[in-house]
């Protein structure tokens, strides 16, 4: 089972919006809407963002939010603040009760 | 709110057994799933597996005969083992509480392991 494709990073200025994808197959995120979103920031463990492909957890800023179509999972990030600079990953269940991460992506406020 | 932390050696030896134990503190460890994630440095992160409370238990297939896990509810504590390391295996090892499809929250704060003589 190889990892969802990330783009390795991708920057924006402050008050833009941003989109992160997540690219698997028709056997993990084009199957199931089972996708989350976690937010790393350097040193510290990931943050669940988005759960079930576009449910927030309570405390999570509406900024962030989560889409899909067919096998491309989406993280869109409004209104970029410079304390969302940091590495995001996707993570999908694959079928088997196996789960997948993505290959990460680093975002840059500008 | 429920907090995790790893514990652990920090060094373990090439085709030796890495342990670790997660302590769950804040609530019941009970009749939920567990999850081990590691994350080698500069490097995205890998799921190994997972644990319920009853002990059943799903594991990455690329590591599956290599990782054993395990769930002590007395101590509210799950642990992971995982053999025959090598270097490939150096990395923070992050324990979670798994919503069952549902993402990983909360993790614990990582612990380094390094596989070196």
């Known amino acids: 089972q190889s990892a969802l494709t990330q783009p390795a990073s991708v920057s924006g200025s402050p008050g833009q919006s941003i989109t992160i994808s997540c690219t698997g197959t028709?056997?993990?995120?084009?199957?199931?809407?089972?996708v989350s979103w976690y937010q790393q920031h350097p040193g510290k463990a990931p943050k669940l963002m988005i759960y079930e492909g576009s449910k927030r957890p309570s405390g999570v800023s509406n900024r962030f939010s989560g889409s899909k179509s067919g096998n491309t999972a989406s993280l869109t990030i409004s209104g970029l603040q410079a304390e969302d600079e940091a590495d995001y990953y996707c993570?999908?269940?694959?079928?088997?009760?196996?789960?997948?991460f993505g290959t990460g992506t680093k975002v840059t406020v500008l | 709110q429920v907090q995790l932390q790893e514990s652990g050696p920090g060094l373990v030896k090439p085709s030796e057994t890495l342990s670790l134990t997660c302590t769950v503190s804040?609530?019941?460890?009970?009749?939920?799933?567990w999850s081990w994630i590691r994350q080698p440095a500069g490097k995205g992160l890998e799921w190994i597996g997972r644990?319920?409370?009853?002990?059943?238990?799903n594991y990455n297939p690329s590591l599956k005969s290599r990782v054993t896990m395990s769930v002590d509810t007395s101590k509210n504590q799950f642990s992971l083992k995982l053999s025959s390391v090598t270097a490939a295996d150096t990395a923070v090892y992050y324990c979670a509480r798994d919503w069952g499809r549902a993402g990983f929250d909360p993790w614990g704060q990582g612990t380094l392991v390094t596989v070196s003589s």
């Open positions: 028709s056997s993990d995120v084009g199957s199931y809407n089972l």
């Open positions: 644990i319920y409370t009853s002990g059943s238990t």
């Open positions: 804040g609530g019941s460890i009970s009749s939920y799933y």
């Open positions: 993570c999908s269940y694959a079928g088997s009760f196996f789960d997948v």
